[in-house]
């Protein structure tokens, strides 16, 4: 069965400083990746997603993540975040059902 | 653009209960699923269901069913709910494939 793994449950970093949220998978055959946020008291929201293509996906509020097949991860990144960020991150795998990482909460300080 | 509804943000039900979560999308979407998310688990799938009058169990069936009568529209039904229910509920639909799922604001059940 597929799993994914996000190693960090909590993520504290800085207002403007970089991060890196992680997220493994486990699968042996082609998948659809995607990354989703989750604002305090709301919903999931679609941040990207990797159906095929080019290894590196740009998504909204400026996060890009990278698919890497030999290592199976896909780790969505900022170059710069805002305190708008802090909220819960969700990597997920497609394989006609979504199955999700343990999500990932990330606090920007001031 | 996208909307999926779920009728109640906040609930409150007494153990024993039997508790109606009513979901509704206007995309005209094949698929519809129901997802609890717990912390520390991430979102797990309880049901989904590819066509109307059509369902089938997720990871998580236990103590739940569901009904789709109509296209849009997926409910969640615990028969009798338990204090272990205490949860936030998610509907998604989607459209077939592997592609996104939208998700609707949630549902966050507390059973006394």
């Known amino acids: 069965a597929q799993s994914v793994t996000q190693l960090d449950s909590q993520v504290p970093v800085f207002e403007e400083a970089p991060v890196e949220l992680r997220c493994n998978y486990s699968s042996s055959v082609s998948v659809y990746l995607f990354w989703y946020v989750q604002y305090p008291n709301q919903g999931l929201q679609l941040l990207l997603k990797?159906?095929?293509?080019?290894?590196l996906v740009k998504g909204i509020n400026g996060f890009e993540a990278e698919f890497n097949k030999s290592q199976t991860s896909f780790h969505l990144r900022k170059p710069s975040v805002h305190i708008s960020d802090t909220a819960e991150y969700f990597c997920?795998?497609?394989?006609?059902?979504?199955?999700f990482g343990s999500g990932t909460r990330l606090l920007v300080r001031p | 653009d996208v909307k999926v509804t779920q009728s109640s943000r906040y609930l409150v039900k007494r153990t024993g209960e039997k508790v109606f979560l009513e979901c509704v999308q206007d995309m005209d979407h094949e698929n519809m699923f129901w997802y609890r998310q717990d912390p520390g688990l991430g979102l797990r799938l309880i049901y989904f269901?590819?066509?109307?009058?059509?369902?089938e169990k997720g990871d998580i069936p236990e103590g739940y069913s569901v009904s789709r009568e109509k296209k849009e529209r997926f409910s969640l039904i615990l028969e009798s709910a338990s204090t272990n229910q205490t949860s936030m509920y998610l509907c998604a639909s989607s459209s077939p494939g592997k592609d996104t799922q939208y998700f609707g604001p949630g549902t966050r059940l507390t059973v006394l």
């Open positions: 990797y159906l095929s293509g080019s290894t």
């Open positions: 269901s590819y066509d109307v009058k059509m369902k």
């Open positions: 997920a795998v497609s394989d006609h059902k979504l199955i």
